[in-house]
């Protein structure tokens, strides 16, 4: 699946603020090696720099055009992107600080690789996730309804279902205590307010409605993408203020001894 780092970028602010708030729950106030697990665009990634400032941070993303837009961001020396996959890339050594956010959902079987991610921290260091937990909100029953609708489901086929991988909040928590760290985990839900129009499409071009589209040609995407916009107009009314877009995230820091 190839991702667009533009598009994701659309809303910037409302996704930069589970990164921050993720931040703030971390423990560790001085850092040598600091890693971002599915770092995308690379400008949050770079806020990085800034909370720990003696700390040399590397990004890791699997889509080479992500690390492309990314590279824009690195600071020789400090901060670096590499391509890799979670689950394959390893740091060459002991991690201060880990944090992946909004990535470790489009990964099947991440909790099975806390106890991993755990092993690689230096004594007092930390792990830090953060993964959408939306999955039965509107902007995704419609999707799949729409998805695997008689209509579409043999031209899209079952690759471009991906929620699966999202765990409740109480296995996050016993994955990290098993993996031998202490637990923080909680969750949000942000009521967005986005402008524009279509504005929920537009979030979810950046996400969840790329695997979709990816399966299908250029007719075919005009044709899904038209009605599922028409569905999410219902779903999601654009008011004078903008259009409001519940949204609940699961957060989860894990601290070394
Ligand atoms: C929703 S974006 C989040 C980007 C960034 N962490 C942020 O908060 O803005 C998800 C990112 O995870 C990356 N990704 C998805 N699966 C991956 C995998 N298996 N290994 C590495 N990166 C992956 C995607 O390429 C994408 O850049």
Not at 30 to 56: F, H, K, M, Y
Not at 94 to 123: C, I, K, Y
């Amino acid at each position: 699946m190839r991702w667009d780092p533009g598009q994701y970028e659309r809303y910037s602010d409302e996704r930069g603020r589970p990164f921050r708030e993720l931040l703030a729950r971390v423990p560790v106030a001085d850092a040598q090696v600091v890693v971002d697990l599915g770092c995308g665009p690379g400008a949050l990634t770079r806020e990085l720099l800034d909370r720990w400032p003696s700390a040399r941070v590397v990004g890791v993303d699997s889509s080479a055009d992500m690390v492309a837009a990314a590279a824009e961001h690195a600071v020789p020396g400090r901060l670096e992107f590499v391509q890799g996959g979670i689950g394959d890339w390893r740091p060459a050594e002991p991690v201060d600080v880990l944090v992946a956010n909004a990535a470790l959902h489009w990964v099947p079987g991440h909790v099975e690789m806390l106890a991993d991610f755990a092993s690689w921290l230096r004594p007092g260091g930390a792990l830090a996730f953060q993964v959408p937990d939306n999955f039965d909100e509107p902007s995704h029953t419609l999707l799949r309804d729409l998805r695997t609708s008689a209509q579409w489901r043999d031209r899209i086929g079952p690759a471009a279902d991906r929620s699966a991988s999202v765990e409740r909040p109480e296995r996050y928590l016993d994955a990290l205590v098993a993996a031998g760290l202490s637990a923080d985990v909680w969750q949000t839900s942000y009521l967005h307010v986005l402008a524009g129009e279509d504005a929920v499409l537009e979030w979810v071009k950046g996400t969840a409605l790329r695997p979709v589209l990816s399966a299908l040609d250029a007719s075919g995407q005009e044709a899904f993408v038209a009605e599922y916009a028409a569905a999410l107009r219902v779903a999601y009314p654009r008011q004078e203020f903008g259009t409001v877009f519940p949204f609940r995230r699961t957060f989860a820091v894990g601290r070394r001894p």
